[in-house]
T-cell receptor
Framework: KNQVEQSPQSLIILEGKNCTLQCNYTVSPFSNLRWYKQDTGRGPVSLTIMTFSENTKSNGRYTATLDADTKQSSLHITASQLSDSASYIC??????????FGTGTRLLVSP | SQTIHQWPATLVQPVGSPLSLECTVEGTSNPNLYWYRQAAGRGLQLLFYSVGIGQISSEVPQNLSASRPQDRQFILSSKKLLLSDSGFYLCAVLRQGSYNEQFFGPGTRLTVL
């Protein structure tokens, strides 16, 4: 069964600290993996997208890694800001039309 | 660049009432369009996708239907809403390229009472 599992479910960190979110997937065939940021009541916004041949990709303070052998990905946030408070969703693409979504990690950055 | 509009932003409807949610896209032609639902505490679920006018593919059997009357317009409808139809409805457009990335609209929050 195609699944994407994320951990932790929720996380609270102090402003300025770093954090790492995890994503494990059992999806086949694999096309690419995306991380989205979703603010409360808004649509998801793409942060990074990687194919199986890409091990890491950065977008500002966000760095995603991908290990296609172990089917794991992580999203590292450096020097967190209050505006980083959101849900972070890991999404794996099976192909042209098919996406498998994780349930997300809810991050709260506290002042 | 592509822009996605969804209307309305929020909606509260009684059980048994009809539904019509609208998604319009700017900045592209003949886009692939998608309707997703996000229930509380759950991941996004693909409901319908469309590769062209009048072409609708349904992913899960349900109380909802979709239509694409114009190239850049995608409508989500129901004749009689159920409590379980409550959720956050997102429209997305495919940007074809090396990643075939989907971009999401602002969403519609539907509450069925």
């Amino acid at each position: 069964k195609n699944q994407v599992e994320q951990s932790p479910q929720s996380l609270i960190i102090l402003e300025g600290k770093n954090c790492t979110l995890q994503c494990n997937y059992t999806v086949s065939p694999f096309s690419n993996l995306r991380w989205y940021k979703q603010d409360t009541g808004r649509g998801p916004v793409s942060l990074t997208i990687m194919t199986f041949s890409e091990n890491t990709k950065s977008n500002g303070r966000y760095t995603a890694t991908l290990d296609a052998d172990t089917k794991q990905s992580s999203l590292h946030i450096t020097a967190s800001q209050l505006s980083d408070s959101a849900s972070y969703i890991c999404v794996v693409s099976l192909g042209f039309q098919k996406l498998v979504f994780g349930t997300g990690t809810r991050l709260l950055v506290s002042p | 660049s592509q822009t996605i509009h969804q209307w309305p932003a929020t909606l509260v409807q009684p059980v048994g009432s009809p539904l019509s949610l609208e998604c319009t896209v700017e900045g592209t032609s003949n886009p692939n369009l998608y309707w997703y639902r996000q229930a509380a505490g759950r991941g996004l679920q693909l409901l319908f996708y469309s590769v062209g006018i009048g072409q609708i593919s349904s992913e899960v059997p349900q109380n909802l239907s979709a239509s694409r009357p114009q190239d850049r317009q995608f409508i989500l409808s129901s004749k009689k809403l159920l409590l379980s139809d409550s959720g956050f409805y997102l429209c997305a457009v495919l940007r074809q390229g090396s990643y075939n990335e989907q971009f999401f609209g602002p969403g519609t929050r539907l509450t069925v009472l």
